[in-house]
């Protein structure tokens, strides 16, 4: 696991950055200035940030909450004093660590453009101490999630994309992702030890597979652009810490998503830096608010109404977990996806629980909810379609969807209808930096993944890859 280091990928975007004067400490510093507020005119900035989370209003001083697309966003956020700290030393609990590597084939688009994403995981050194009570308090998860281009995608996907996506056989469009599906088929094995293994997912990630032109898959074009990938955080830092006003003692997590953008520099050129995105896939939570009514809440209803084929399962059926799916357009998004449920900063949980938000009585929503499955014969309830929703978002896949949600009485967001549960994950991850079990490499142990990884996820993304594979 450790044979790639943060600095190492840190330092690959930097090298492509076409920014001779670019470091790798300066880029990560700009992307955490980002949480902060503005420097006020005639003070010197930290950094060069050209983003930070006062862009459209100022926060509210009590709540901390300015917004960012009409959402809230935390304004600023304690993660802000990482621009001040040395990433790159995984000796220290201000460095990083990879924890896990994942394949997600299943992502790819069935017109061939991709091939899906491949990511890895690094978790901050402070939150890996099991034993050390305020390690809980200072964590942060950084999974760098590229989208790698198809090398060899089909011959008319340019000139004739919609006869190309309509091919029932999506399988024969991604043909060219051949070569990486046998080089990460390999890595399982038995004679590969954990240290071959480790070489062979760094060559991946670092190198790419040259004689199949695939392109490393650490490149700054597989994290740029609408459907080009992302860079997303599970952040959780400085949780009453001393010493930082923004410091709060109220149970805040937040997730949130950053593409890298080029911006220009002083001298006429340009440069990258990594910049807040709008989580996809996350709409605003007030959007479900029944006392709510507004052009954007009633075109973000229609839009609900239009994907509740995908919501019931697709031709998975209203039973199948691995088969229903939600997306929506930009404008209904949140730049964050909160997993918090303080009363007094999170409103119980409704700042990132759709469901929390969502009145099961009242409100256009629920009414158009209940006529549309009335009219197409299903037994779910506006409730359930919108736990299904949920677990969609970061905040529902990650906690608000749990069977159990602060020990309480059983969790209305993990009843799915169907006959179907949400799989419980970590808490607050799928992945933990702080706890281990056992692989099946003799007596290493292994980063812990959730249920919901081991029983639900990975045999799903197992079986599609290997029906790629059987139609090669």
Known sequence: MSQITFKEVMQQLVNQSGDPNLTAKQLFDSWWDSADLHVPLGKT???????????????????RLSTLNGFPYRCPRPERILATEDPFDATKPEGYIP????????????????????????????????????????RNLIIFEA???????????????QQVQSNPNSMENLRGCKPIIDAWSKLSNPAMNTTDRGKALHDLYIKGIPSSNVAPFISVDNYRGNGQGQIRTNQFVNHGGEGDPTASREFIWTLREFKIGRV??????????????????????????????TTRTNDFIDQVIGQLGPLRGGLGGEGNIDTFSYNNPDRFNSFESDESSDANISAGGKLGSVLMQFDAERGVLF?????????????????QVVARLQTQTCAGCHRFSNRDLNGAAANPGNDLGGGLNWT?????????????????????????????????????????????????
């Open 45 to 63: 900035p930290v950094t060069d940030a050209v983003h930070h989370c006062n862009d459209e209003s100022e926060p509210e001083p009590k709540t």
């Open 99 to 138: 924890i896990a590597y994942s394949n997600r084939f299943d992502l790819a688009d069935p017109a061939g453009r991709d091939c899906g994403e491949y990511r890895i995981v690094f978790a901050r050194v402070s939150g890996a101490d099991p034993n050390d009570r305020r390690a809980a308090a200072n």
């Open 147 to 161: 989208r790698v281009k198809n090398p060899a995608p089909p011959v008319n996907l340019a000139s004739n994309p």
């Open 264 to 293: 220009p520099t002083p001298t006429g050129s340009s440069s990258i830096q990594i910049v807040p995105q709008t989580v996809k896939a996350n709409p605003g939570t007030s959007l479900f608010d029944a006392l709510v009514t």
């Open 367 to 383: 009414g158009r909810l209940q006529q549309a499955l009335l009219d197409q014969g299903s037994k779910l309830t506006p409730s």
């Open 424 to 472: 419980q994950s970590l808490g607050f991850t799928q992945e933990s930096e702080r706890d281990f079990e056992g692989g099946p490499d003799g007596n290493a142990s292994r980063f812990l993944i959730s249920d919901l990884l081991k029983d639900v996820f990975l045999p799903a993304r197992l079986d599609n890859m290997r029906r790629f594979m059987a139609q090669q």
